[in-house]
């Protein structure tokens, strides 16, 4: 296991404890391809996570990975533009709120974070502000870890 392999796993592990999530996630850009997918995923999940592409045009991830900020869907948030229904990991897992945040490196988008609930709640600033630091801390690494 590399640094940020190792690294990667802390964080995850560490915000959705923090957080009182039921997920935290990690995807990043294929290699070569306009793809992304899910590399690691901390929490109980099933194992398909593995084959699920991520959308960055659409949904929850896409507004965090265009913004480049952090992005919450909640009881409270739901925007047309933000439906569940266009992340299949949340649609798998049940999962009914979510926060998205980009992991960037020069300004460019080269992971994504994800906390998800299974239970109705509201991610609020602290929620939010504990995401964005380890987007921070993640982009700071040597390596940004793709597929």
């Given at each position: 296991m590399d640094s940020f392999e190792a690294q990667l796993l802390g964080e995850l592990e560490r915000l959705r404890v923090e957080t009182g999530s039921d997920v935290a996630a990690y995807?990043?850009?294929a290699r070569r391809s306009p793809l992304w997918g899910w590399v690691r995923v901390a929490g109980e999940v099933g194992r398909?996570?593995?084959?699920?592409?991520?959308q960055p045009g659409r949904g929850l991830v896409g507004a965090a990975?265009?913004?480049g900020r952090a992005v919450v869907l909640d009881r409270?948030?739901?925007a047309a533009d933000l439906r569940r229904e266009d992340a299949a990991l949340l649609l798998t897992e049940r999962l009914i709120a979510a926060a998205a945040a980009p992991v960037l490196r020069d300004g460019h988008a080269v992971g994504l974070l994800l906390l998800a609930s299974r239970r109705e709640r509201d991610y609020g600033v602290d929620d939010v502000r504990l995401l964005t630091e380890s987007a921070l801390r993640l982009g700071e690494t040597s390596?940004?870890?793709t597929m």
């Open positions: 995807a990043a850009p398909r996570f593995v084959r699920m592409a991520v990975l265009r913004t409270h948030r739901d390596v940004a870890g």
